[in-house]
């Protein structure tokens, strides 16, 4: 078989043929030892741990978002109900290991990096390690975690006296996001998840491409395939701004209500929605406690001042009275609302539902910023929202959106820039690790012998 040309259905198929054959890929005097712990059978839940000698990290502690919010709908939300259900990551093929661990090193703020941490962090008697903004959000989320440390990007922490963990600045998403790059006697272990490289950001540096140039000697690339079956490059955040003010300023909008909603977590977004809305003349108002929480954790580590410039609302359960006034006079105002993805408790369908003051009136103008994760509860649970919103007459606009995840040649570039030995797909079902593989087989590596395949459960020796 030519790998250099091989797609990646035929990827799939080799690994499902050779299931035996990539379950372990071991060298006569193991130095490193890659634990698949979350990320590798689907797009979140995202966990790994290295193992080096005597020594042993954890990058992330995600959950897997769509398991998670059926827990949370159902009001379920305990460790052992999350474990049972599959919703955060299974540590059992580490517990011999556990002792070893000594550090906890999260990339950046998105749940399923972030998540679980409130639930499993404690297991581990070493600190949690990430950017200021990430940690905020940590704090928010769980009031029980001890000893955190706080790292800026394109800074180095010392694990121990054999391991650093050096945090490169990557866009993405949400701020602060970070490619780690675990640097071992051995080499390099480069951590490459949830980033593009937006030349035009909204918020914060650019992807740190020059540090990236000069790593030297990366034994690993384990590679975010989110976007690897996507044959495209992924575009600035600024796109998603202008796709936006096509919308907001081009568009009869006089006289309705309108209504943004996107990830609550999308800083850069959620300031181009504030600007966008002041530009027509109207005052941004934002709703939703998940909203509220990020952005109080964007201005105290002085990401955004969104406070200085838009109302913030929490709990529009509680803000009754207020909503009334602004419903009144719905053409004044712009409300940028958690639900884009159909939550049941979010405040979208919390108005589509006339469970609060605010109404949707027919020809209200109803923009999705966000795209739908491919999962089968977040997709019925939007299903059922549009369908409502197509009752109520509003006018929708959907996939305003660009993605904070590199595609196929972004990931050509990665390549090309780290050089890596050996390269593991991650963050992705096997349809995306096929496509990452593929890829990887486009540029000269070799599946089963310099890329690997794995699922969750499995262990990378190398």
Request: hydrophobic fraction near 40%; charged fraction near 25%.
């Amino acid at each position: 078989m030519d790998k250099s040309v091989v797609n990646y259905n035929a990827y799939g198929a080799y690994f499902c043929n050779n299931y035996k054959i990539l379950k372990v890929v071991a060298a006569s005097h193991t130095m490193i030892n890659i634990y698949a712990l979350g990320g590798y059978n689907e797009v979140g839940k995202n966990m790994t741990c290295i193992e080096v000698d005597n020594e042993a990290v954890i990058l992330d502690m995600g959950l897997y978002m769509d398991r998670f919010i059926a827990v949370q709908e159902r009001g379920e939300m305990n460790f052992e109900t999350l474990k049972r259900e599959d919703a955060i990551p299974d540590e059992r093929p580490i517990e011999k290991i556990r002792k070893k661990v000594k550090a906890i090193i999260v990339t950046h703020a998105h749940l399923d990096h972030i998540g679980a941490v409130k639930w499993m962090a404690s297991h581990y008697k070493c600190p949690i390690v990430s950017t200021p903004y990430a940690v905020e959000v940590m704090k928010k989320n769980a009031k029980n975690l001890d000893n955190i440390v706080r790292v800026n990007v394109n800074s180095t922490y010392r694990i121990s006296k054999n391991m650093t963990a050096e945090f490169i600045n990557v866009t993405h998403s949400v701020p602060q996001a970070s490619i780690i790059n675990i640097e071992t006697k051995y080499g390099g272990i480069l951590y490459g998840l949830d980033y593009k490289n937006d030349n035009h950001p909204t918020i914060g540096r650019k992807t740190n491409i020059k540090k990236l140039k000069r790593l030297e000697n990366t034994r690993l690339l384990i590679a975010d395939s989110t976007n690897a079956d996507e044959e495209r490059k992924t575009f600035s955040e600024n796109i998603a701004k202008e796709m936006l003010r096509d919308i907001m300023m081009g568009m009869e909008i006089e006289g309705h209500g309108l209504f943004l909603t996107t990830f609550s977590s999308h800083m850069a977004r959620l300031k181009s929605m504030l600007q966008l809305s002041k530009a027509i003349g109207r005052k941004p108002v934002f709703i939703g406690r998940s909203m509220a929480d990020y952005i109080a954790a964007a201005e105290e580590t002085g990401i955004v001042n969104f406070s200085e410039e838009a109302e913030i609302i929490r709990s529009p359960s509680r803000a009754e009275k207020r909503l009334s006034q602004m419903n009144r006079k719905r053409e004044e105002y712009a409300f940028i609302v958690t639900g884009g993805l159909g939550e049941k408790n979010a405040v979208l369908t919390g108005i589509v539902d006339e469970k609060f003051a605010l109404k949707i009136e027919p020809q209200d103008f109803v923009i999705f910023s966000c795209e739908t994760i491919p999962t089968p509860t977040i997709q019925a649970n939007r299903s059922v929202l549009e369908q409502k919103l197509h009752r109520k007459g509003a006018r929708l606009f959907k996939d305003v959106h660009v993605s904070g995840h590199a595609a196929r040649e972004d990931l050509r570039d990665l390549i090309k820039i780290v050089s890596p030995e050996q390269i593991l797909p991650a963050h992705g079902d096997l349809k995306k690790t096929a496509a990452m593989a593929s890829l990887a087989g486009e540029m000269g590596y070799e599946l089963g012998k310099n890329v690997h395949i794995l699922q969750n459960g499995q262990m990378l020796s190398i």
